[in-house]
Each structure stands twice: as C-alpha cells, then as structure tokens.
C-alpha cells in the first residue's frame, strides 16, 4: 500500500482537550507530523482528503494498558491481531505490560517486540520493563539495560511485591536515574481471591479480596514514596477508600499518578450475575459506592487516566468454572465508546472524557519517557501526527466475534454504545479507516 505523506481532513469537529480547543475546522498533516490547524496554506497538495463532516477529530488514543501477548504467542499472531484492534479502536499508543512468556525483563527481548511492532506500522508500542527478574520478585532487573533497550518504566504487572525491601530497593534505584514504577496496589496474601468481598461474594461462595488488599498496598507504597522520592503511576485503582488514600497522597505532594479501568467504571460485583466468567476481572469488580467514588475522581483529576485493561483471554480459560477461569477480558476496542458512556451517563463534559484517554494518559506517559515523549496525545503543529475521526452519533452493539481482537470475551458483550471510530491516523499513516 502507498505510504500518503500528507493528509488534509476537512469539516470536522476538532477537539483538543490538552488546550482546550473545539473547533469545526480543517487539519494538514505531513511527513508524520501536524503541519496546520484551521489556516491551511493554500500551496498544501495533499495526497489523500478525508471528509470529516458530522464527526469529531481529536488526538489518537493513549491506553496505559494492554496486553499483546507476545512473546509467547507468536504462532497465534496475537501481535497482529492486537494491534489492529487497538487501530481500530482508535487507539494510536498503548503501553504493553511485561507479564508475557517469557517475561520482559531481557533486553532482547525488548528489542524484537519493539522490532516486530514498528514493522506493522500501526499504534506506537511502549513497553513496560519487569521490575524484577521474571517478575519473582527476588532481584531486580536491570532497569539500566531495559531502559536503553526502549522500557519507559517498570512494573509487576499483576504480581504483588511482598517482598518491602526489595520494593524499597527498587524505589531507591528507580528515583536515583529517574525511571517510574508501576504498580497495581495489592497485598499479596489478602488479594489472593476472586471476587469482591462483600454480600454478593459471601452468597456465592467465592473467595474474597477485601478493601484492605489495596488500601494496605497503598500506604506501603506512599510511605517508601516518602523516604525515597521515587515516582510511581499506580495501575487500575478499584476502591472509594484507595480513591480517598491517592488524593491525599497527591496534596502531600508525593509523585503519584494513577488511572482506573473500564471495567471498574462501568460495573460492579452484580455483574458477576451468577457465575458469569467473563466478569471475572482482576482487580476484581466493587460495589457502587466504589464505582461511584472512581466516577468521581476520575472527574476532579483524582485519577489521571482511563484504561481499557485489554487482556485477551481463550475460550477454553474462560469455560471454566467462575474461580478457576482465567482473569480478563478485551477492552482496547471499546475504550473510546466506554469513556463516551461515561459522559452520557454522568453528564461529564466531552472535553473531560476526551481528555483521560489522550492528554491524561500522554502526561503519565511523558513523565516516563522524558525528552523522547514525542507530543503525543495532543493537536498541535509539528506535533505527532496521530489522530482519531469518530462518528458521536453512531451507535454500536458489542458483538464479540464481530471485534478483531483474539479474546472475544467481554462483560460489555449485548452493550449499546455511543461513538464509532471512522479513521485512525498513526504517524501521518491512515493505520484504520
């Protein structure tokens, strides 16, 4: 296909929210790069035009969590498949976590999935380093070496860190060369459960993960924050009283940033209904007030990002009875229309719903990567040239096997949602459409 060096949309809504920009106006893009906005000189000859009349253009999505599978699932062409759903979801950088097989904790490792994601030409790939070797949580990687190899910081994935002095230690070596830790608060012998605690957990007879199994994660956290000055993004936050705990933390000045799945925006612990495996999630779905209080700070900036904690599950691990059955489910498709849902529903501004998915996560993401950040998540001349082109008036049923994702498994699945992405833009290329 013709690699197009420049791009004109005409007549769209052009929203910006990292500067507060709405306007219906046009875009000239070339050589990966936005060359203007709204006074387009008349010498641009664009090689491709794309009528943008009734929808909204704003900066390509920023999902701070995905996993592509790879390596390990090569032979499946997990990659491949991934990434062009995350394109067509709109989402034009995502941060992939490091619990794959084998783990990201070798530089070459690194290397060959940056190498074989680049070679795709479809969303940026910004991997997350294992903070210790094979995420044991024994020794630490060698950040310096997994860093050079392009890691913008490093993280446990889904595996608590019991150990506090290993967490101490890589706090220190974290805050000495200026690297960021990631990490989903969770106290490893409290967590160990696999659903809520709570009423509906009790009647169902499933094992429980209270409150405390983050609560305590956090204060840990926030206390070698205090004594090392390391700065930390806190992954996919489920409770009203870890909501409280980050606030605080954040008018105490610590470096903190956070951010809060789909999942646990959208539902509770009724969804689980009776039995259902697909909303078998970690971490596991809270009760109302819990997602009323991540509304909530997801709204005042307590919470810096919405994420769509895309993990593609098998059928086969899903067919299995409800605390048995694997954890997760595919997200990156539905991250835009889910944050829309999150406007309609709790009459949030477009311009703030916008915002955790692009300028919100490309901040957390620009503190990791300093100098190489690369303007991402915004809609400014001579930025990247990375956009998405979405119909707002376009509804769309969730069908799963009509997603490009391998993991077909979605407790959305039967949604109606707002918002249907048309274009996607990567790098100056027409990556969907």
């Known amino acids: 296909m013709k690699t197009l060096t420049a791009i004109l949309i005409k007549g769209g809504r052009v929203v910006d929210p990292a500067r507060g920009f709405d306007e219906i106006t046009d875009l000239a893009l070339a050589n990966g790069v936005i060359l203007a906005i709204k006074n387009i000189a008349s010498e641009f000859q664009p090689d491709q035009t794309i009528d943008a009349t009734g929808c909204i253009v704003v900066p390509g999505l920023v999902d701070l969590a995905v996993r592509l599978r790879e390596p390990g699932h090569e032979h499946e062409r997990m990659l491949e498949s991934e990434m062009a759903a995350a394109v067509a979801g709109g989402v034009t950088s995502l941060v992939c976590l490091p619990d794959t097989e084998p783990v990201l904790d070798e530089p070459g490792l690194v290397e060959m999935l940056r190498f074989r994601a680049e070679k795709l030409r479809q969303a940026r790939v910004y991997p997350l380093g294992a903070l210790t070797r ?55 012998f409290l967590g160990q459960g696999v659903a809520a605690s709570g009423a509906l957990a009790t009647r169902l007879g499933l094992a429980g993960v209270p409150v405390a199994a983050e609560t305590i994660a956090l204060h840990t956290i926030f206390e070698l924050m205090r004594a090392t000055g390391a700065r930390v993004h806190l992954c996919r936050l489920s409770s009203a009283a870890g909501v409280a705990l980050v606030r605080q933390a954040k008018l105490d000045g610590l470096n903190v940033t956070c951010d809060v799945s789909i999942n646990s925006l959208h539902l509770t612990d009724a969804d689980i209904g009776y039995f259902d495996s697909r909303a078998r999630l970690n971490p596991p779905l809270r009760q109302q007030r819990d997602r009323d209080a991540l509304r909530a700070g997801l709204l005042d900036g307590t919470i810096d990002a919405l994420v769509s904690d895309h993990t593609p599950v098998g059928e086969d691990a899903k067919a299995l009875p409800f605390a048995e059955s694997e954890p997760g489910a595919t997200g990156v498709e539905l991250l835009l229309s889910l944050a829309l849902k999150w406007s309609q529903d709790s009459g949030v501004s477009l311009a703030r719903a916008l915002q955790v998915i692009t300028s919100g996560p490309a901040s957390v993401l620009g503190a990791a990567l300093g100098k190489r950040q690369g303007r991402i998540g915004c809609l400014v001349p001579g930025g990247a040239a990375d956009l998405c082109v979405f119909d707002p008036g376009a509804a769309w049923t969730v069908q799963p096997d009509a997603l490009r994702s391998q993991g077909k498994h979605t407790p959305f699945s039967g949604y109606e949602l707002p918002g249907r992405v048309r274009c996607t833009i990567v790098d100056g290329r027409v990556a969907f459409q």
Do not use: H, I
């Open 134 to 188: 094979n995420l044991a949580g024994e020794l630490l990687a060698e950040m310096a070496e997994l860093t050079d190899a392009g890691c913008v910081a490093f993280s446990q994935a889904e595996v608590p860190l019991a150990n506090t002095q290993v967490m101490l230690r890589a706090f220190q070596y974290a805050s000495s060369f200026g690297y960021a830790v990631w990490l989903r608060p969770q106290e490893l």
